[in-house]
Protein backbone atom coordinates (compact mmCIF):
# COMPACT_ATOMS: atom_id res chain seq x y z
CA UNK A 1 0.00 0.00 0.00
CA UNK A 2 1.15 3.55 -0.39
CA UNK A 3 -0.35 6.68 0.64
CA UNK A 4 1.87 9.53 -1.17
CA UNK A 5 1.92 12.89 -0.64
CA UNK A 6 4.97 15.07 -2.38
CA UNK A 7 6.08 17.37 -0.03
CA UNK A 8 8.23 20.77 -1.03
CA UNK A 9 10.80 22.24 1.38
CA UNK A 10 10.69 26.04 -0.11
CA UNK A 11 13.73 27.31 1.89
CA UNK A 12 14.27 31.33 2.17
CA UNK A 13 17.56 32.95 2.01
CA UNK A 14 17.60 36.15 4.12
CA UNK A 15 14.99 39.06 4.53
CA UNK A 16 16.87 42.38 5.18
CA UNK A 17 15.29 45.03 7.26
CA UNK A 18 14.26 47.11 3.87
CA UNK A 19 12.85 44.33 2.20
CA UNK A 20 8.93 45.01 2.26
CA UNK A 21 6.05 42.54 2.70
CA UNK A 22 5.41 42.77 -1.10
CA UNK A 23 8.59 41.91 -2.09
CA UNK A 24 9.08 38.90 0.17
CA UNK A 25 5.51 37.50 -0.84
CA UNK A 26 6.64 37.69 -4.43
CA UNK A 27 9.59 35.69 -3.41
CA UNK A 28 7.16 33.28 -1.93
CA UNK A 29 5.27 33.23 -4.98
CA UNK A 30 7.97 31.95 -6.80
CA UNK A 31 8.99 29.38 -4.77
CA UNK A 32 5.57 28.06 -5.06
CA UNK A 33 5.39 28.06 -8.56
CA UNK A 34 8.89 25.71 -8.77
CA UNK A 35 7.63 23.58 -5.89
CA UNK A 36 4.10 23.33 -8.22
CA UNK A 37 6.37 22.69 -11.17
CA UNK A 38 7.95 19.77 -9.17
CA UNK A 39 4.28 18.48 -8.77
CA UNK A 40 4.66 19.41 -4.72
CA UNK A 41 1.27 19.29 -3.29
CA UNK A 42 2.30 21.01 0.49
CA UNK A 43 4.70 23.33 0.20
CA UNK A 44 6.35 24.25 3.32
CA UNK A 45 7.99 28.12 4.50
CA UNK A 46 10.16 29.28 7.08
CA UNK A 47 9.18 30.69 10.67
CA UNK A 48 8.68 34.39 10.46
CA UNK A 49 9.18 34.10 6.66
CA UNK A 50 7.13 37.41 6.11
CA UNK A 51 10.07 39.58 7.63
CA UNK A 52 13.61 39.73 8.80
CA UNK A 53 14.29 38.13 12.16
CA UNK A 54 13.50 41.11 14.05
CA UNK A 55 13.84 39.53 17.56
CA UNK A 56 17.64 40.48 16.60
CA UNK A 57 16.82 44.01 17.86
CA UNK A 58 15.36 45.13 20.88
CA UNK A 59 13.31 48.17 21.14
CA UNK A 60 12.08 49.72 25.32
CA UNK A 61 8.38 49.94 23.71
CA UNK A 62 6.99 46.79 22.17
CA UNK A 63 4.34 49.12 20.21
CA UNK A 64 7.27 50.27 17.92
CA UNK A 65 7.66 46.62 16.28
CA UNK A 66 3.83 46.34 15.80
CA UNK A 67 4.64 46.61 12.17
CA UNK A 68 6.92 42.92 12.08
CA UNK A 69 3.42 41.46 13.33
CA UNK A 70 0.45 40.19 11.20
CA UNK A 71 -3.11 41.02 12.61
CA UNK A 72 -4.95 39.43 10.14
CA UNK A 73 -4.01 35.95 7.85
CA UNK A 74 -4.58 36.40 4.71
CA UNK A 75 -4.06 40.08 4.55
CA UNK A 76 -3.55 42.48 1.75
CA UNK A 77 -0.50 41.79 0.93
CA UNK A 78 -0.49 37.97 1.46
CA UNK A 79 -3.77 37.25 -0.33
CA UNK A 80 -2.10 36.69 -3.55
CA UNK A 81 -0.04 34.19 -1.79
CA UNK A 82 -3.58 32.52 -0.96
CA UNK A 83 -4.59 33.45 -4.46
CA UNK A 84 -1.92 31.58 -6.49
CA UNK A 85 -1.89 28.42 -3.88
CA UNK A 86 -5.83 28.05 -4.90
CA UNK A 87 -4.75 28.94 -8.70
CA UNK A 88 -2.20 25.87 -8.48
CA UNK A 89 -4.12 23.86 -6.07
CA UNK A 90 -1.11 23.69 -3.52
CA UNK A 91 -1.22 23.56 0.18
CA UNK A 92 1.12 25.53 2.25
CA UNK A 93 2.46 25.76 5.54
CA UNK A 94 3.93 29.94 6.71
CA UNK A 95 5.12 30.95 9.48
CA UNK A 96 4.90 34.71 10.80
CA UNK A 97 4.55 36.82 13.77
CA UNK A 98 0.88 37.04 15.20
CA UNK A 99 -0.76 40.15 16.96
CA UNK A 100 -3.92 39.00 18.12
CA UNK A 101 -6.90 41.45 18.87
CA UNK A 102 -6.72 40.72 22.51
CA UNK A 103 -2.84 42.34 21.87
CA UNK A 104 -1.15 38.90 22.49
CA UNK A 105 2.14 38.05 20.49
CA UNK A 106 2.87 34.88 18.91
CA UNK A 107 5.13 33.05 17.02
CA UNK A 108 2.84 31.19 15.03
CA UNK A 109 2.48 28.90 11.62
CA UNK A 110 -0.53 27.94 9.45
CA UNK A 111 -1.67 25.30 7.33
CA UNK A 112 -3.58 25.89 4.33
CA UNK A 113 -5.05 23.63 2.43
CA UNK A 114 -5.41 22.90 -1.53
CA UNK A 115 -8.27 25.12 -1.80
CA UNK A 116 -6.89 27.82 0.36
CA UNK A 117 -8.83 27.41 3.66
CA UNK A 118 -6.55 27.77 6.96
CA UNK A 119 -7.18 23.78 8.68
CA UNK A 120 -4.57 24.63 11.55
CA UNK A 121 -3.05 27.00 13.22
CA UNK A 122 -0.05 26.78 15.47
CA UNK A 123 2.06 28.70 18.24
CA UNK A 124 5.55 28.13 19.30
CA UNK A 125 5.87 26.44 22.62
CA UNK A 126 9.39 26.45 23.50
CA UNK A 127 10.36 30.31 23.11
CA UNK A 128 14.20 30.36 23.10
CA UNK A 129 16.50 33.81 23.89
CA UNK A 130 16.17 36.07 26.76
CA UNK A 131 13.38 38.68 27.93
CA UNK A 132 15.75 42.02 28.38
CA UNK A 133 17.85 43.45 26.82
CA UNK A 134 21.69 42.18 26.67
CA UNK A 135 23.61 45.14 25.30
CA UNK A 136 27.28 43.20 25.43
CA UNK A 137 25.80 40.40 22.70
CA UNK A 138 26.91 41.19 18.97
CA UNK A 139 22.92 40.53 17.91
CA UNK A 140 20.06 39.80 20.17
CA UNK A 141 17.91 37.03 20.25
CA UNK A 142 14.99 38.80 22.57
CA UNK A 143 12.18 36.29 21.63
CA UNK A 144 11.31 36.35 25.01
CA UNK A 145 10.19 39.35 24.73
CA UNK A 146 8.17 39.43 22.17
CA UNK A 147 6.48 36.18 22.05
CA UNK A 148 3.87 34.65 24.40
CA UNK A 149 4.48 31.12 24.80
CA UNK A 150 1.58 29.30 23.45
CA UNK A 151 -0.02 26.86 25.87
CA UNK A 152 -2.24 25.01 23.64
CA UNK A 153 0.00 22.51 23.05
CA UNK A 154 0.46 20.50 19.81
CA UNK A 155 -2.17 19.35 17.58
CA UNK A 156 -2.20 16.73 14.78
CA UNK A 157 -4.36 17.81 11.39
CA UNK A 158 -5.80 15.25 9.57
CA UNK A 159 -5.10 16.96 6.31
CA UNK A 160 -3.37 16.23 3.14
CA UNK A 161 -4.50 12.47 2.99
CA UNK A 162 -2.51 11.78 6.56
CA UNK A 163 -1.67 13.00 9.86
CA UNK A 164 -0.16 16.58 10.03
CA UNK A 165 1.75 18.67 13.20
CA UNK A 166 3.83 21.37 13.26
CA UNK A 167 6.51 23.03 15.65
CA UNK A 168 8.65 25.99 15.44
CA UNK A 169 12.35 26.02 15.24
CA UNK A 170 13.47 25.51 19.06
CA UNK A 171 10.78 23.23 19.30
CA UNK A 172 12.77 20.84 17.09
CA UNK A 173 15.44 20.35 19.93
CA UNK A 174 12.72 19.04 22.43
CA UNK A 175 12.11 15.13 22.52
CA UNK A 176 8.68 16.19 24.10
CA UNK A 177 7.41 17.99 21.05
CA UNK A 178 7.98 15.03 19.02
CA UNK A 179 6.28 12.63 21.57
CA UNK A 180 3.16 14.29 21.99
CA UNK A 181 2.31 14.40 18.03
CA UNK A 182 3.79 11.01 17.70
CA UNK A 183 1.22 9.83 20.72
CA UNK A 184 -1.80 11.36 18.06
CA UNK A 185 -0.52 9.27 15.19
CA UNK A 186 1.17 12.10 13.65
CA UNK A 187 2.68 11.12 10.02
CA UNK A 188 4.17 14.54 8.70
CA UNK A 189 5.75 17.31 10.74
CA UNK A 190 6.53 20.63 9.15
CA UNK A 191 8.92 23.03 11.10
CA UNK A 192 10.07 26.64 9.82
CA UNK A 193 13.31 27.68 11.81
CA UNK A 194 15.56 30.69 12.00
CA UNK A 195 19.08 29.30 13.72
CA UNK A 196 21.71 31.72 14.04
CA UNK A 197 25.38 30.19 13.48
CA UNK A 198 26.82 31.78 16.37
CA UNK A 199 25.56 30.95 19.85
CA UNK A 200 26.28 33.76 21.96
CA UNK A 201 25.92 32.28 25.20
CA UNK A 202 28.37 29.16 23.92
CA UNK A 203 30.13 29.67 20.80
CA UNK A 204 31.70 26.04 21.11
CA UNK A 205 28.35 24.97 19.45
CA UNK A 206 28.94 27.18 16.32
CA UNK A 207 30.51 24.86 14.18
CA UNK A 208 28.18 22.10 15.81
CA UNK A 209 24.92 23.95 14.30
CA UNK A 210 24.10 21.72 11.48
CA UNK A 211 24.62 18.69 13.06
CA UNK A 212 22.31 19.38 16.12
CA UNK A 213 19.72 20.43 13.53
CA UNK A 214 19.77 16.97 11.53
CA UNK A 215 20.70 15.14 15.00
CA UNK A 216 17.24 16.37 16.70
CA UNK A 217 15.04 15.86 13.80
CA UNK A 218 16.30 12.44 12.74
CA UNK A 219 16.19 11.59 16.20
CA UNK A 220 12.31 12.79 16.51
CA UNK A 221 11.41 11.24 13.30
CA UNK A 222 12.53 7.58 13.52
CA UNK A 223 11.79 7.48 17.53
CA UNK A 224 8.63 8.31 16.48
CA UNK A 225 7.68 6.85 12.71
CA UNK A 226 7.01 10.34 11.35
CA UNK A 227 8.29 12.43 8.43
CA UNK A 228 9.99 16.03 9.69
CA UNK A 229 10.23 18.39 7.03
CA UNK A 230 12.33 21.30 8.44
CA UNK A 231 12.75 24.55 6.39
CA UNK A 232 15.31 27.45 6.99
CA UNK A 233 15.56 31.22 6.64
CA UNK A 234 19.27 30.90 6.10
CA UNK A 235 22.39 33.10 4.82
CA UNK A 236 23.75 36.36 6.03
CA UNK A 237 20.45 37.80 7.06
CA UNK A 238 21.21 42.09 8.71
CA UNK A 239 24.75 40.77 9.52
CA UNK A 240 23.78 37.54 11.33
CA UNK A 241 24.73 34.13 9.13
CA UNK A 242 22.07 31.66 9.59
CA UNK A 243 21.81 28.28 8.99
CA UNK A 244 20.72 26.70 5.93
CA UNK A 245 20.62 22.93 5.59
CA UNK A 246 16.66 22.11 5.12
CA UNK A 247 15.67 19.21 4.70
CA UNK A 248 13.02 16.11 4.35
CA UNK A 249 13.84 13.74 6.69
CA UNK A 250 11.70 9.79 6.58
CA UNK A 251 10.66 8.06 9.31
CA UNK A 252 13.68 5.96 9.07
CA UNK A 253 15.33 9.17 10.30
CA UNK A 254 17.34 9.27 6.94
CA UNK A 255 17.38 12.64 5.20
CA UNK A 256 15.58 12.21 1.97
CA UNK A 257 16.38 15.67 0.48
CA UNK A 258 18.76 18.34 1.26
CA UNK A 259 18.93 22.28 0.08
CA UNK A 260 23.01 22.77 -1.15
CA UNK A 261 22.54 26.76 -0.64
CA UNK A 262 21.56 29.33 1.85
CA UNK A 263 19.90 30.92 -0.76
CA UNK A 264 15.90 30.87 -2.21
CA UNK A 265 15.73 26.86 -3.15
CA UNK A 266 12.61 24.25 -3.33
CA UNK A 267 13.59 20.67 -2.55
CA UNK A 268 10.82 17.82 -2.73
CA UNK A 269 10.46 14.25 -2.10
CA UNK A 270 7.29 12.01 -2.69
CA UNK A 271 6.62 10.68 0.82
CA UNK A 272 4.88 7.53 1.44
CA UNK A 273 2.55 7.97 4.56
CA UNK A 274 2.38 4.77 4.73
CA UNK A 275 5.95 4.26 5.45
CA UNK A 276 5.17 5.36 8.89
CA UNK A 277 3.95 2.39 9.92
CA UNK A 278 6.93 0.24 9.42
CA UNK A 279 8.11 1.98 12.68
CA UNK A 280 4.87 2.98 14.35
CA UNK A 281 3.32 -1.25 14.51
CA UNK A 282 7.46 -2.20 15.23
CA UNK A 283 10.04 -0.93 17.14
CA UNK A 284 7.88 1.88 18.50
CA UNK A 285 4.50 0.08 18.78
CA UNK A 286 3.99 2.61 21.38
CA UNK A 287 0.84 0.69 23.19
CA UNK A 288 2.90 -2.46 23.79
CA UNK A 289 6.74 -1.05 24.53
CA UNK A 290 5.89 2.50 26.12
CA UNK A 291 5.84 2.51 30.20
CA UNK A 292 3.91 5.82 30.77
CA UNK A 293 3.63 4.99 34.55
CA UNK A 294 7.34 5.14 35.27
CA UNK A 295 7.75 8.49 32.88
CA UNK A 296 5.95 10.69 35.43
CA UNK A 297 8.63 13.17 36.03
CA UNK A 298 8.62 14.10 32.16
CA UNK A 299 5.03 16.18 33.16
CA UNK A 300 5.69 16.38 37.16
CA UNK A 301 8.28 18.45 36.97
CA UNK A 302 10.28 21.69 35.08
CA UNK A 303 13.87 21.59 36.20
CA UNK A 304 16.31 18.91 37.39
CA UNK A 305 15.74 17.77 40.74
CA UNK A 306 18.77 16.68 42.56
CA UNK A 307 17.17 15.59 45.65
N1 LIG B 1 16.07 29.89 17.10
C1 LIG B 1 17.03 29.10 17.83
C2 LIG B 1 17.00 27.61 17.62
O1 LIG B 1 16.66 26.83 18.51
C3 LIG B 1 18.32 30.20 19.60
C4 LIG B 1 17.25 29.32 19.25
C5 LIG B 1 18.19 30.89 20.75
C6 LIG B 1 19.42 30.37 18.81
C7 LIG B 1 19.15 31.75 21.14
C8 LIG B 1 20.40 31.24 19.20
C9 LIG B 1 20.23 31.92 20.36
O2 LIG B 1 17.41 27.22 16.56
C10 LIG B 1 14.71 29.96 17.11
N2 LIG B 1 14.18 30.84 16.21
O3 LIG B 1 13.98 29.34 17.87
Not at 43 to 48: A, Q, R, W
Not at 64 to 80: C, G, I, N, R
Request: charged share 25%; hydrophobic share 35%; proline share 5%.
Amino acid sequence: MSRNLHVAAAQLGPIQKSDSRTEVVARLIELLRQAHSKKAELVVFPELALTTFFPRWFVDDITEADHWYETEMPSKVTQPLFDEAKKLQVGFCLGYAELTATNERFNTQILVDRSGNTVAKYRKVHIPGHEEHEPDRPFQHAERYYFTPSNEGFGVWKAFGGRIGMMICNDRRWPETYRVMGLQGVEMILCGYNTPLHYVPDPSQDVLQGFHNALVMQSGAYQNGTFVVGVAKGGIEEGVDGLADSSIIGPSGEILAKTVTSADEVITAVCDLDWCNNYKNTLFNFDRYRRPEVYGRITGQRGTSLD
